[in-house]
Antibody
Framework: EVQLVESGGGLVEPGRSLRLSCAASGFTFEDYAMHWVRQGPRRGLEWVSGISWNGFITEYVDSVKGRFTISRDNAKNSLYLEMTSLRAEDTALYYC???????????????WGKGTTVTVSS | QSVLTQPPSVSAAPGQKVTVSCSGSSSNIGENFVSWYQHLPGTAPKLLIYGNNERPSGIPDRFSGSKSGSSATLDITGLQTGDEGDYYCGTWDTDVGADFVFGTGTKVIVL
């Protein structure tokens, strides 16, 4: 069974950092691009960042450029999101999502994790 | 604010049909494939439609998608109470590099 399990969320003060992790299983992780998608309180889905199968290509939504860094460790079947200079508007449920292809851009996303909650507040 | 616009809500009685629209532009829906996602309360989002009108295995044919120009549509026939939730369209927008964009979301209400 294909499974994505996120971890690392929590309560953090504005300006601080947090690192999210995603453990993948049930498929050949290194063969697929991956993404982070978030949903803020009473808001819709927002794509945050994507990374190609080999980690060479990364993309970010404008609002997180320069603050967030996506990475992956194919040997550990893991995806990461390093978040710095966090703001209140980054408060959201963050989903780890699998792409059906190796490369970016993404045409669609086929498997979603259950998410990990990040709350930015003093 | 998303570049893909959906109605905030649509509703119908069980067994009836609902249509969810998704309006974009030439830089997104106009030249790229559209996908649709179902987000039921307390669950992870699920892929319903990809490539404008293709269903992943396990998705019933009550769900169908189409695209015309810069707009796309999701139809749900034989509406069931378990279908109540949020539905999002999505595609790639060439005006914003390699960004994927989601629609504003539509709540499907089963009366």
């Amino acid at each position: 069974e294909v499974q994505l399990v996120e971890s690392g969320g929590g309560l953090v003060e504005p300006g601080r950092s947090l690192r999210l992790s995603c453990a993948a299983s049930g498929f050949t992780f290194e063969d697929y691009a991956m993404h982070w998608v978030r949903q803020g309180p009473r808001r819709g889905l927002e794509w945050v960042s994507g990374i190609s199968w080999n980690g060479f290509i990364t993309e970010y939504v404008d609002s997180v450029k320069g603050r967030f860094t996506i990475s992956r460790d194919n040997a550990k079947n893991s995806l990461y999101l390093e978040m710095t200079s966090l703001r209140a508007e980054d408060t959201a449920l963050y989903y780890c999502v699998k792409d059906p292809l190796r490369h970016l851009p993404s045409y669609y996303m086929d498997v979603w994790g259950k998410g990990t909650t990040v709350t930015v507040s003093s | 604010q998303s570049v893909l616009t959906q109605p905030p809500s649509v509703s119908a009685a069980p067994g009836q049909k609902v249509t969810v629209s998704c309006s974009g532009s030439s830089s997104n829906i106009g030249e790229n494939f559209v996908s649709w996602y179902q987000h039921l309360p307390g669950t992870a989002p699920k892929l319903l439609i990809y490539g404008n009108n293709e269903r992943p295995s396990g998705i019933p044919d009550r769900f169908s998608g189409s695209k015309s120009g810069s707009s796309a549509t999701l139809d749900i026939t034989g509406l069931q109470t378990g279908d109540e939730g949020d539905y999002y369209c999505g595609t790639w927008d060439t005006d914003v590099g390699a960004d994927f964009v989601f629609g504003t979301g539509t709540k499907v209400i089963v009366l």
